[in-house]
Every structure is written in structure tokens, then in C-alpha cells.
């Protein structure tokens, strides 16, 4: 229906509607693609509408062309005067050489576009951007050698969001930020077990420590893949490991085992994640009380080699109940928090 209410507009209103509506819809799907990471789909959608603008703009050159063009001047043509009344002949005389012709000037036939031309110019011209943006997808990052790990998502944050009092009273605390970037490493799927999959959702919040009245802070990272969901935290309290240790043993510590991370003191235990389900008026589901989640093995590491109090924790988890080995959490870790920096975001 709007196809046919656009091609009732005259020439000089359709098509200068239709190349303003392709450049600004090209120019933002491209933007998006470009600026904002949402794959090669929409880079090559906003090259379309581009490419079909640029045509519209050769079909209105032509057009103003062509208008401009002198009409070609018509031929004369010459009467015979009228005939003189007829009198005697006159007494014959030396003929009349013909006056010269000259001969009639023939412009050359303007070339015309040629239509299949144009077509196969716009698929090829379609085909060119596709190659090219399916060639830089499949591109390792950082010009590393492709390992067969997938490029990480990027981390989600929220940068407006003003930092807890916790982390100004905690100069040496690092933020969500600083752990997603640690943990969304591209060698990530590999560690786990997993190296075909690719990360689909990673992020970065600045929480504090759950019952402390937010004077404690405990930064933390998520990063999900299709199989497990890894989560990195930093908790700046004074327990140490060695009495979270202690503490395990008053509950359920049949799978908790010490060990030794990158020459700290380390605590490996097992525990059910907590699983609540919303009703938000969609009636596919209903609200109901907190139940088990799957099993979730964590990795506790303190921050130095003379637990001082404090520690990271590692965290591993699958929808479906599996886990992987307990040395693949350690090899993450030993591949994580060497790199944990902080970054410089403001904590006034």
C-alpha cells in the first residue's frame, strides 16, 4: 500500500522523498552495525539502502540532464515563390551552375544507460561489502592467531551509576569493570572445556557485601556461554580463608578441599544456587517461592600469599547440573587474576 501511495507522487517529489528516506535509514543501520557491534547483518542492510539512494540520485542527474538539453531545431523548409504571370520567353542563355549544399551536420546518438549494467554493478557492488565484512568477522582480535575460541562479548556496564561509599573507604577495591575485563578472556571456553562455544552475555556490576549495611565492597563479573556461566567476585572484608575454611567444616563440607592457587591459600567448595521465578504480567509463568538451583563448584583464592583477609571467588555453574573438572578452575584462575587490574573510573 505505501509503494503504490509513493509511486503517484510526481518524479521531482518521489524521488528526492526516496533518496532522503535511503540515506538517512543507510547512514543509522550502518552506524549501528559499525559503532554499536551488532554484527555484519546490519552493515549489510545500511549498505543497501545507501547503494539504492546512489541510484535514485544517477536516475535524477540524468533526468535534470536531459531537461536541460536544447530541443534540436527544426528544419526550414523553402516555399516556391508565386508564379509570375506568364510573358514570352526569354532568349536562352548559358546555364546556371546549382548554388553548393552544405551538407547537414548529424550529432551523435546519446549513449543511454544501460539497465543490466547498472543490476549487475549493484550485486556485485552488494556482493564486494558482504566478502568483505564476512572476511573481517572471521579475523582474529588483535592480529593473534585464530585458536579456535570465538571473540568474547563485550562487557556491559553502567557507567552513570555513581560508585558505593564502600569503594571510596576501599581505595585498593577494584570495580565490576576491572573483573569483566579479567574474566571475559577470549581463551575462556578452552579453560572450561568448551572451546567451540562463544560467550553470550558478559557483564560488570559494583555491589557491596550482602548484611554489611553497603560498608563492604564485593565487585563482581558474569560471563555466560551456552553451557556455563562463570562469575568473578572480590569480597574486602577481613575473613580469611583459613576461617572460611574452618566455617564449611560446621556445615556440609563433604566437597570442600584446601589447595594452593598462584602461591595463595585456596578453598574449593560446593553449594545450590538459588533459583526465583517472577510473574511480570506476561501469564507465562507465575510467581513462587525461592527454590534450589543447579550446583555451583566456587574457587576461593585469597588476595595475597599471607591471607590478610579477603578473596576472590570463582564460580562455576550449568543449568543442566554439570560441572567441569575442579582443575579447570584452577587453571582459570591462574589465568585471571594475575591480569586484575583497576582501571580509572572516578570514585569520588
Same mark, same amino acid.
Given at each position: 500500500?505505501?509503494?503504490?501511495?509513493?509511486?503517484?507522487?510526481?518524479?521531482?517529489?518521489?524521488?528526492?522523498?526516496?533518496?532522503?528516506?535511503?540515506?538517512?535509514?543507510?547512514?543509522?543501520?550502518?552506524?549501528?552495525?559499525?559503532?554499536?557491534?551488532?554484527?555484519?547483518?546490519?552493515?549489510?542492510?545500511?549498505?543497501?539502502? /545507501?547503494?539504492?539512494?546512489? /541510484?535514485?540520485?544517477?536516475?535524477?542527474?540524468?533526468?535534470?540532464?536531459?531537461?536541460?538539453?536544447?530541443?534540436?531545431?527544426?528544419?526550414?523548409? =523553402?516555399?516556391?515563390?508565386? %508564379?509570375?504571370?506568364?510573358?514570352?520567353?526569354?532568349?536562352?542563355?548559358?546555364?546556371?551552375?546549382?548554388?553548393?549544399?552544405?551538407?547537414?551536420?548529424?550529432?551523435?546518438?546519446?549513449?543511454?544507460?544501460?539497465?543490466?549494467? &547498472?543490476?549487475?554493478?549493484?550485486?556485485?557492488?552488494?556482493?564486494?561489502?558482504?566478502?568483505?565484512?564476512?572476511?573481517?568477522?572471521?579475523?582474529?582480535?588483535?592480529?593473534?592467531?585464530?585458536?579456535?575460541?570465538? +571473540?568474547?562479548?563485550?562487557?556491559?556496564?553502567?557507567?552513570?551509576?555513581?560508585?558505593?561509599?564502600?569503594?571510596?573507604?576501599?581505595?585498593?577495591?577494584?570495580?565490576?569493570?576491572?573483573?569483566?575485563?579479567?574474566?571475559?578472556?577470549?581463551?575462556?571456553?578452552?579453560?572450561?572445556?568448551?572451546?567451540?562455544?562463544?560467550?553470550?552475555?558478559? %557483564?560488570?556490576?559494583?555491589?557491596?557485601?550482602?548484611?554489611?549495611? +553497603?560498608?563492604?565492597?564485593?565487585?563482581?563479573?558474569?560471563?555466560?556461554?551456552?553451557?556455563?556461566?562463570?562469575?568473578?567476585?572480590?569480597?574486602?572484608?577481613?575473613?580469611?580463608?583459613?576461617?572460611?575454611?574452618?566455617?564449611?567444616?560446621?556445615?556440609?563440607?563433604?566437597?570442600?578441599?584446601?589447595?594452593?592457587?598462584?602461591?595463595?591459600?585456596?578453598?574449593?567448595?560446593?553449594?545450590?544456587?538459588?533459583?526465583? &521465578?517472577?510473574?511480570?504480567? %506476561?501469564?507465562?509463568?507465575?510467581?513462587?517461592?525461592?527454590?534450589?538451583?543447579?550446583?555451583?563448584?566456587?574457587? =576461593?583464592?585469597?588476595?595475597?600469599?599471607?591471607?590478610?583477609?579477603?578473596?576472590?571467588?570463582? =564460580?562455576?555453574?550449568?543449568?543442566?547440573?554439570?560441572?567441569?573438572?575442579?582443575?579447570?578452575?584452577?587453571?582459570?584462575?591462574?589465568?585471571?587474576?594475575?591480569?586484575?587490574?583497576?582501571?580509572?573510573?572516578?570514585?569520588?
Amino acid at each position: 500500500m505505501l509503494g503504490f501511495l509513493v509511486r503517484l507522487l510526481p518524479f521531482w517529489v518521489r524521488e528526492p522523498l526516496i533518496i532522503l528516506v535511503g540515506t538517512v535509514f543507510g547512514v543509522r543501520i550502518l552506524y549501528m552495525a559499525l559503532v554499536d557491534g551488532d554484527g555484519w547483518v546490519p552493515a549489510v542492510i545500511g549498505a543497501v539502502f /545507501l547503494l539504492g539512494a546512489a /541510484l535514485r540520485v544517477r536516475v535524477v542527474v540524468h533526468a535534470l540532464r536531459a531537461r536541460r538539453r536544447p530541443a534540436p531545431e527544426a528544419d526550414e523548409v =523553402t516555399e516556391p515563390a508565386p %508564379s509570375a504571370p506568364a510573358s514570352p520567353a526569354p532568349a536562352p542563355s548559358a546555364p546556371v551552375a546549382p548554388a553548393p549544399v552544405a551538407p547537414a551536420v548529424r550529432r551523435p546518438a546519446e549513449k543511454k544507460p544501460n539497465a543490466f549494467a &547498472q543490476a549487475f554493478f549493484a550485486i556485485g557492488l552488494f556482493a564486494v561489502i558482504g566478502g568483505a565484512l564476512w572476511i573481517e568477522g572471521k579475523l582474529p582480535e588483535d592480529g593473534t592467531a585464530a585458536t579456535g575460541a570465538s +571473540r568474547p562479548a563485550a562487557c556491559r556496564l553502567d557507567e552513570d551509576e555513581k560508585l558505593p561509599g564502600a569503594y571510596r573507604s576501599t581505595p585498593e577495591a577494584v570495580t565490576g569493570a576491572d573483573l569483566c575485563r579479567a574474566l571475559n578472556r577470549p581463551e575462556l571456553p578452552e579453560l572450561l572445556g568448551t572451546p567451540t562455544e562463544r560467550s553470550v552475555y558478559a %557483564s560488570g556490576t559494583d555491589n557491596t557485601a550482602p548484611l554489611t549495611d +553497603r560498608k563492604v565492597a564485593q565487585p563482581e563479573a558474569r560471563v555466560e556461554f551456552e553451557t556455563y556461566t562463570v562469575e568473578l567476585s572480590a569480597t574486602y572484608n577481613q575473613l580469611t580463608v583459613a576461617q572460611y575454611a574452618k566455617l564449611t567444616r560446621y556445615g556440609d563440607g563433604r566437597d570442600a578441599r584446601n589447595l594452593t592457587v598462584l602461591g595463595r591459600p585456596a578453598l574449593l567448595t560446593s553449594d545450590h544456587m538459588m533459583k526465583i &521465578q517472577f510473574d511480570l504480567g %506476561s501469564g507465562e509463568g507465575a510467581s513462587g517461592p525461592v527454590e534450589q538451583g543447579p550446583l555451583a563448584r566456587t574457587l =576461593t583464592v585469597a588476595f595475597d600469599g599471607k591471607d590478610r583477609g579477603g578473596s576472590y571467588d570463582l =564460580t562455576v555453574w550449568s543449568e543442566s547440573g554439570l560441572l567441569p573438572e575442579d582443575s579447570a578452575l584452577v587453571d582459570i584462575a591462574e589465568a585471571v587474576l594475575p591480569g586484575i587490574t583497576r582501571g580509572t573510573r572516578d570514585q569520588d
